[in-house]
Each structure stands twice: as C-alpha cells, then as structure tokens.
C-alpha cells in the first residue's frame, strides 16, 4: 500500500477547512488594468473589430468551437460596446450578442450582459484588462460573486490576427497571469482556428 503523500493530506485538509476558499470572493477588477487601460490612451471604440478568440476560461465554453467576437460600438457617444460572439458547439454555429455598458468605476469596466430572454439577468462585471496600442489583441475579464458557492470567472483573450505565434498568445496568458487573474494556467482554453 503506497503511502498518501503528506502535501496530499495538507491541500485536502485546507479545501475542507474552506468551503467557501478564495474561489467565492472576485478580485479587485480594477487593479487587474494595465497602465494603458488606465491612461487616457484607452478608447474603447477603437476595439470596434473582428477578433478572433485564442484563450478562454469560461464555463459556458465548454465544449464551443471557433469562437468569434465582432465588436461595433453604438451609434450614440453612450461608451456601449456590442461583441456579437459567434461560436460553434457541435456542427451548429450561433451569435449571442452581448452589451457592455460602461461603468462609472473607471476606465475599462463595464457590466456585461447578453441580448437574449434573461441576458438582463445575468449582470457581469467585466473589466478590459488589457489591449495591445494598436487595438490587435484585448483581454477581458469577468468575475461574479455568488452567495454560498465559487465565483463565475470568464477570461477572453483574443487577437485580430486570426492565427497569431505561439509566443504571441503566450504572452498574452503571461501577462493576465501576472497582472492578478485568479484562474489557474490549465483551466485557461486554446481556441483552434476555424477557416
Ligand atoms: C460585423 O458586424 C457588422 C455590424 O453588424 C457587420 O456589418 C459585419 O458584416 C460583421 N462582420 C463579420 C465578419 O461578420
């Protein structure tokens, strides 16, 4: 019989001891920006785009394919952005379009939600973390804090360039990573090109 590791019984024991872990509570959205995001660089009509996913954490992903995100700001000066996301589950290709409405938190925060019976529902706070200076790479993140259970977290990282390098997207990771994204490096998803 193989002995169970002590770091084994350690890990196990501080899960238990805490049920409500550092999974419940939502990081401080607005220390995840760079320093471009909270310059007054940062126009958020400038991602108006079609992007291309690379990486993602986000429940409702799973198992989606080729996603897609065409941004277009609203007509008005508002700061709405609209990200028509098309993905693929299976063979079947559909568009959920979201909202992002600006908040008052700062620059780069805003509330998500999506254009579709309940989306009104399902408010998320999402913070543009980061994006390149010429606008061709954006990561968002969203956190949600539930009573009593984990948090929903959602990651995007996505690029203009429909087939970016290895060490582009790395980068990418590296530095969401770096600038305080709670999710760990395995749970975060490849997006596989889609011609
Ligand atoms: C992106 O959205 C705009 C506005 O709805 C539309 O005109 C355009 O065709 C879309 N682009 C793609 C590649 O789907």
Redesign the pocket.
Same mark, same amino acid.
């Given at each position: 019989m193989r002995l169970i590791p002590s770091k084994k019984i350690l890990a196990l024991t501080l899960l238990l001891l805490s049920p409500h872990g550092t999974n419940a509570e939502c990081p401080d959205l607005l220390a995840l920006r760079s320093d471009f995001i909270t310059s007054e660089l940062f126009e958020a009509n400038q991602l108006n785009n079609?992007y291309y996913e690379q990486l993602y954490h986000d429940i409702a992903q799973v198992g989606a394919k080729c996603q *897609?995100l065409?941004v *277009?700001s609203s007509d008005s000066d508002d700061g709405v952005i609209n990200m028509?996301f098309?993905v693929k589950y299976g063979p079947v290709p559909f568009t959920i379009n979201e909202i992002y409405t600006p908040t008052k938190a700062g620059p780069g925060l805003f509330n998500k939600n999506a254009d579709m019976p309940g989306g009104k529902l399902l408010t998320l706070p999402t913070v543009v973390m980061d994006v390149a200076p010429d606008y061709s790479t954006m990561t968002l993140y969203s956190c949600l804090e539930l009573p009593g259970s984990n948090a929903v977290r959602e990651l995007v990282i996505a690029t203009i360039d429909p087939e970016p390098s290895d060490e582009t997207v790395q980068a990418l990771i590296e530095t969401a990573i770096d600038a305080g994204v709670d999710i760990k490096r395995e749970d975060i998803k490849a997006v596989d090109y889609c011609p």
């Open positions: 079609f *897609t065409n *277009t028509a098309s």
